[in-house]
């Protein structure tokens, strides 16, 4: 079993920052791919941003330039820095890790999902 802890979330102005850290728990091999996803009510659950071990980073488009996204493998924690917070950033975010874990003698792959964490971003 895996389990993730999310923190960071709040409520801030325009133009602010937040970090947003995930950690991960557990009886597992690897963490392959750790991911913050964004969702608005009962719409999509979208990407912002991805991260291999090897630390090779995707971001969405919206938030390329203000969004950083880190990990810290020996900890099995993932980061994400947000800065010049937008209004259109607020959602609840979640944090998504895939690896693999071992049963019965054989390696199977595995994704959790963390409980999310509220971001609120005022005009």
């Known amino acids: 079993q895996v389990q993730l802890v999310e923190s960071g979330g709040g409520l801030v102005q325009a133009g602010e920052s937040l970090r947003l850290s995930c950690g991960a728990s557990?009886?597992?091999?690897?963490?392959?791919?750790m991911g913050w996803y964004r969702q608005v009510t009962a719409k999509r659950r979208d990407l912002v941003a991805q991260?291999?071990?090897?630390?090779?980073?995707d971001l969405a488009d919206s938030v390329k330039g203000r969004f950083t996204i880190s990990r810290d493998n020996a900890n099995n924690t993932m980061f994400l820095q947000m800065d010049s917070l937008k209004p259109e950033d607020t959602a609840t975010y979640y944090c998504n890790v895939g690896g693999t874990y071992t049963t019965s003698g054989s390696a199977q792959i595995f994704n959790v999902w963390g409980q999310g964490t509220q971001v609120t971003v005022s005009s």
């Open positions: 557990g009886s597992f091999n690897i963490i392959a791919v």
């Open positions: 991260i291999t071990r090897s630390g090779l980073t």
